[in-house]
């Protein structure tokens, strides 16, 4: 607390030849400020809440009793997805066939509307999106095509290694295609 010394000594004489009494300056006891403030540390340290982790919420298979009937998926619902450099995006429906005929160039822009095209028009249940990320790939791309998973809510896709077929079929195209945001 503060406190002041006002003892000056002695009586209030004025006149000439009285000494003044010396004056003394304020003392300022911090110890309860030291306190106060260590209280105000606990308290915001005790309610504030922790960062939480950002996840994405997956949606996991269930078990089958035969393993061969787990992955299981027609081939008209199955459509894939190649993720190549500078944000070039290619797909494609069903089985890659010989001459690729069926591998189409797209970039994240465009790659919404084909998922939901191809939602629109394939059953729920045997509609499946198979991602593949090529070697020259960014982890960003990775990222953003898991959002659109989750944008378009499609419940049923898996990310998988890419085939040497697939990523020279990738580095061809993705030479030849302009870069796409």
Do not use: W
Not at 34 to 45: A, C, M, W
Request: glycine residues 6%.
């Amino acid at each position: 607390m503060a406190e002041m010394d006002t003892s000056g000594g002695g009586g209030h004489k004025k006149g000439p030849g009285v000494k003044k009494g010396k004056k003394l300056s304020t003392r300022v006891d911090l110890t309860p400020m030291v306190d106060l403030g260590f209280l105000l540390i606990t308290f915001f340290i005790f309610t504030t809440t922790m960062a939480q982790p950002t996840a994405m919420k997956l949606f996991l298979p269930k078990d089958a009793e035969n393993p061969e009937d787990q992955n299981k998926a027609k081939e008209s619902g199955v459509i894939t997805i190649l993720l190549g450099k500078d944000n070039n995006v290619f797909y494609y429906e069903g089985q890659l066939d010989n001459t690729a005929s069926n591998f189409k160039s797209s970039n994240f822009k465009e790659i919404r509307s084909v998922l939901i095209n191809k939602k629109a028009n394939t059953p729920e249940k045997d509609l499946v999106v198979v991602l593949k990320p090529s070697s020259e790939c960014t982890y960003r791309n990775v990222v953003d095509i898991l959002d659109e998973m989750a944008i378009n809510v499609l419940k049923r896709y898996a990310l998988v290694d890419i085939s040497e077929v697939e990523e020279k079929l990738v580095k061809l195209s993705g030479a030849s295609a302009p870069a796409a945001n």
